[in-house]
């Protein structure tokens, strides 16, 4: 049975990852930053608790907490997902919340498991974004395609001079930290592949522990629940015209652990084309919601600029091409009917 080390366990993405690594046979040592997190994961997936083993790793910049993990357990292999969010309150520095944990977060894991993992470790997948590559700017999705070798074009002081602009410091982190990723890569030649992945948007059902149920849904999940709880009376304008259902990117992480093609490499992943017109007419198809008033069309998808994302490797390797992956209307649908569960429970 593989031992795999999943850090920030607690999160949107980390827990549809547990999911799928212990359907694939996985035993999985997640982390949290709170003993409280862990009790929360227990009591909302019982079902976990013979397959999933919960830790407290209260700083993950913190290198010699990884060096202990690795230490004491012989790791096949890592998926890397714990790191800053953009929707927090209060995280407006630069230097503090976005560049230093993406940077020291992804370097404190990796020196310690190039130091403790051999020869057990074989691979660590990480949580990117396609923020590292853009903006989502209507000029930056003109200019042409994003690929793998596209960088958001924000430099670090650039980041710094737009004091208190959280989304630009979290491109610019997201950038740096992964830029720090490959050049530990480079440099280091460890023994363990690594491979990261740039979805965007993810959205899908949340399985994960929430405070205040819909009070406290994560940023996707907060998009579709205001589409669905009459915040608009109109349909609002697309932040970025791109998705992957949440499940199909645990999937291509579970996958990419054992994958020789795609060890070592920036992949983009999903990529498909939406808009936020799409996601109401999809979530006006949702037999939970019939009833509900659904915001009006307002033309907002007649204005979205689109590009092309160039997934077409990843897509094809890991998920077998378009046909693996769920369609909008099944990833809506599911959304929606979890969103609505959680809405009664209050």
Excluded at 41 to 66: M, S
Excluded at 102 to 110: C, D, I, K, R
Excluded at 159 to 165: D, E, M, T, V, W
Excluded at 259 to 278: A, H, M, P, Q
Aim: glycine share 8%.
């Amino acid at each position: 049975m593989p031992s795999t080390l999943l850090t920030g366990a607690n999160s949107f993405v980390a827990a549809h990852i547990i999911n799928a690594l212990i359907k694939a046979g996985h035993h999985v040592t997640g982390t949290v930053r709170r003993v409280s997190s862990a009790d929360e994961i227990f009591a909302l997936h019982p079902e976990w608790k013979d397959h999933l083993d919960i830790v407290v790793v209260d700083d993950f910049t913190n290198q010699i907490r990884w060096e202990d993990l690795f230490k004491t357990n012989k790791f096949d292999h890592v998926a890397h997902v714990a790191a800053p969010l953009v929707d927090i309150p209060g995280t407006t520095d630069y230097d503090t919340h976005f560049y230093h944990p993406n940077v020291e977060g992804n370097l404190s894991l990796l020196r310690a498991a190039h130091k403790f993992g051999s020869p057990s470790l074989k691979s660590i997948v990480v949580t990117g974004s396609i923020n590292a590559a853009t903006t989502g700017s209507p000029d930056e999705l003109s200019a042409g395609p994003i690929t793998s070798n596209t960088w958001v074009p924000i430099s670090q002081d650039e980041a710094r001079a737009l004091k208190s602009n959280a989304y630009m410091s979290y491109c610019s982190g997201k950038k740096e930290g992964e830029l720090a990723i490959w050049n530990f890569v480079q440099q280091q030649q460890p023994s363990f592949s690594v491979t990261v992945f740039l979805p965007a948007l993810i959205f899908g059902p949340p399985i994960e522990p929430l405070h205040g149920g819909v009070k406290g849904l994560h940023y996707s999940a907060g998009v579709i629940y205001s589409l669905i709880n009459g915040t608009y009376e109109k349909i609002p304008d697309t932040t970025f015209p791109s998705y992957i259902d949440v499940r199909d990117l645990a999937t291509a992480h579970v996958r990419a652990l054992t994958e020789e093609r795609v060890k070592n490499k920036r992949l983009l992943i999903g990529g498909r084309k939406s808009t936020y017109t799409d996601l109401v007419r999809a979530l006006g198809k949702a037999e939970v919601l019939k009833g509900r008033k659904l915001p009006e069309e307002s033309g907002e998808d007649l204005r979205v600029t689109l590009t092309k994302i160039e997934a077409d490797e990843a897509n094809t390797i890991l998920m077998g091409g378009e046909a693996g992956f769920r369609s909008l209307e099944v990833t809506m649908r599911d959304t929606a009917e979890r969103l609505v569960e959680l809405e009664r429970e209050g």
